[in-house]
């Protein structure tokens, strides 16, 4: 069982005087029991959850219902064992390339989810794949991609990095550059006087470029509803926060911005906070909002990176036995009576079967055809009249 | 998407409209607007009004078009182009911004992704290279690495190339560094016309697009020939030499074609309007007519978008900007570029003659 106490990490410098907030998974109290599925109770949040600048803190208080705590556990379940199925076909070699594991930060993805509407948009960089799935798209859409397969949500021709849905603008290859866009995407909600507001996120390896600050100013100048979420998992790459970042507060680098950090590996936690951004941005229209949840991952920064150069295996042994996400709410759901342990296991069950057959689908669905090569590098309907292979006799010509 | 653009205020102009521009300086044109007279449809405008009409029309067509730069809204642009427009449009469709390439260009393309359709100025093209990850990556592969689900219909514009007594980081021409992308759509206009038809076009068209505009064309009352959306544009007709240029170079092309007709050769200048796609066919068909071939332009010589063609006479001319940073002392800066005698010179001399 988990333990309770207060896990300081290895290594993390917090701000002089203030104290930074806790990354248990499991230190919600119940104040209301629950009885049916649908009926809502209320929860307290740790009061360490949340560091707070320059703006009010988070209720505590957190009404859910059983039902969407159930689904909370199955989707986190889910999304784990879809990483871990993406993470035994790199090592088989189906899966080539870049490959950006999520495991351990699902608490992130899946509690964003519960706390933003489907219009809202959300960005992010290369760890992606949770989004994808979770912003309306399907694990054999992901998993195919990933695969280079015709079935994969961009056709095979983007891999890994690059998988977009109608709410969810990827996935994005260049460490940074994402978080522009995501203010651009901000920017045309406001034009358009959506009542929406955009989820621009990026990690603590990306939070020191310069294109991060230059869209934290247009973002404050023009009052846009963009959330800018430090996804802080302590490392970018190889390299810990403490030895790229002069000031680790991530959550306080918006200057003008407000700030809010938050216990990223408490789902109830995560949900809440991006419940408080978004009523921030939209319904009080008090512009951007930097939000920072302190996760975790245990994977390697990627598929070619063991992950344990940079830090020891006790640490992320420790991370995993007492803070994992999933285990925490495991630990809410039996402690609350909200599920048995029988019941849960049979949500890993089912959760391990359907990720087992969507692999299976996945590998049915065929390479792309040759003709792709040439397909959308322009709009449907506006190609040129000719484009040039490697050597003169290869190209395609359209009219 | 081959259409013909009708250009409501211009009437196509003919030879003896056209202007021999050879010996007035540029700065004898004043940007005055002739107005049509009775009888037939003689005015033209300056380029700069070509493009502040340009957009001015898509912005009142359709209410996604906006401006986003430096200094296009209350300063009515640094080079004047978007004058007039945030009085008429008011600043929520044009917009001033920081200065901030990387940022700004990134919202625009993030706004294009959500379906408006920007049009992101850039000062001049030397200041897009803080942004050009978001030009290449962000916006044109975009559509390809989403198998055509992600969509993004912005238009970069701006000045590009040669301006005057500038200096080296203000002087490239990145016409074939955007050129080389596939993703990317690019046009470098040179006559009002073209002006006109091409920023109406990019800015519906949806794909991402590269408009490189000129700072020394932008008082001129350049006139050309309407053309079809992305072709090449053959300027002059002849039958001796085809000269093949785009931008500025087109100028200074057909004021060397008139230098070559004094002396009997008849130089068929090509204005070639779209950098990508490339239309190579219109290039063909010159060539084939007059089996020798001149390429113009001001980007620097490694880069310049030479072809071997296999009806010649001669090999390929190929007139560049010199393989320098661009000097400032004048008399540098005028060995940087391409001008009138230079190409009449090499023009003569792929007709292998030597006077």
Known sequence: ?399 | MVSRLLLSRFAPALASARRPAAAVPRHAFMGIRRYATADTEQHTMTVREALNLAMEEEMTRDENVFIIGEEVARYNGAYKVTKGLMDKFGEKRVVDTPITEMGFAGIAVGAAFQGLRPICEFMTFNFAMQAIDQIVNSAGKTYYMSGGNVPCPVVFRGPNGAASGVGAQHSQDYAAWYGSVPGLKVVSPWSAEDCKGLLKAAIRDPNPVVFLENEMLYGGHVVGLLASYWQGQVEKEGSDITIVAHSKMVTHSMEAAEELAKEGIKAEVINLRSIRPLDIDTIIKSVKKTNRLMIVEGGFPISSRARQFDYLDAPVERVTGADVPTPYATNLEALAFPDTPLITKVAKRALYRTN
Not at chain 1, 73 to 80: F, G, L, S, V
Not at chain 1, 107 to 126: C, F, L, P, Q, W
Not at chain 1, 340 to 350: R, Y
Request: charged share 25%; with cysteine; net charge neutral.
């Open chain 1, 1 to 399: 069982m988990a333990s309770l106490a207060r896990v300081r990490l290895l290594g993390r410098r917090l701000p002089l005087g203030a104290r930074g907030v806790q990354t248990t998974a499991d230190t919600t109290q119940l104040h209301q029991a629950p009885s049916d599925a649908s009926e809502p109770f209320t929860l307290k949040l740790h009061e360490d959850s949340f560091q707070t600048y320059n703006c009010p803190k988070p209720d505590l208080e957190v009404q859910v219902t059983k039902s969407e705590l159930l689904e909370m556990y199955q989707q986190m379940t889910t999304m784990r064992r879809m990483e871990m199925a993406a993470d035994a076909l790199y090592k088989a070699k189906m899966i080539r390339g870049f490959c950006h594991l999520a495991i351990g930060q699902e608490a992130v993805s899946v509690g964003m989810e519960h706390g933003i509407d489907k219009n809202d948009r959300v960005i992010t960089g290369y760890r992606c794949h949770p989004f994808a799935v979770l912003r309306g798209g399907s694990i054999k859409g992901v998993i195919a991609e990933l695969l280079g397969r015709k079935g994969g949500m961009s056709q095979g021709k983007g891999g890994s990095m690059h998988i977009f849905t109608p709410s969810f603008f990827g996935g994005n290859g260049i460490v940074g550059a994402q978080v522009p866009v995501g203010a651009g995407a901000a920017f045309a909600q406001q034009y358009k006087g959506e009542k929406n507001c955009t989820f621009a996120m990026y990690g603590d390896g990306a939070s020191n470029q310069g294109q991060v600050f230059e869209a934290y100013n247009m973002a404050k100048l023009w009052n846009l509803p963009t959330i800018f979420v430090c996804e802080n998992n302590k490392y970018g790459m190889g390299t810990p926060a403490e030895r790229s970042s002069s000031n680790t507060a991530y959550f306080t680098r918006g200057d003008k911005i407000p700030g809010l950090q938050v216990n990223g590996m408490d789902i109830i936690a995560a949900k809440q906070a991006v419940a408080y951004a978004r009523k921030w941005a939209v319904d009080d229209q008090n512009g951007p909002l930097v939000l920072e949840f302190v996760t975790y991952r245990y994977g390697g920064h990627s598929m070619s990176d063991p992950g344990t150069t940079y830090r020891t295996r006790e640490e992320v042994q420790r991370m995993r036995s007492t803070q994992d996400p999933i285990r925490g709410l495991q630990r809410y759901l039996e402690e609350w009576g909200v599920a048995t342990e029988q019941e849960l296991k049979a949500i890993d069950k089912e959760a391990k079967a359907t990720v087992d057959q969507a692999v299976a689908e996945a590998k049915e669905s065929p390479e792309p055809p040759l003709e792709d090569l040439w397909k959308d590098v322009y709009f449907k309907g506006t190609e040129p009249q000719f484009l040039r292979g490697r050597e003169r006799e290869e190209g395609k010509r359209f009219y």
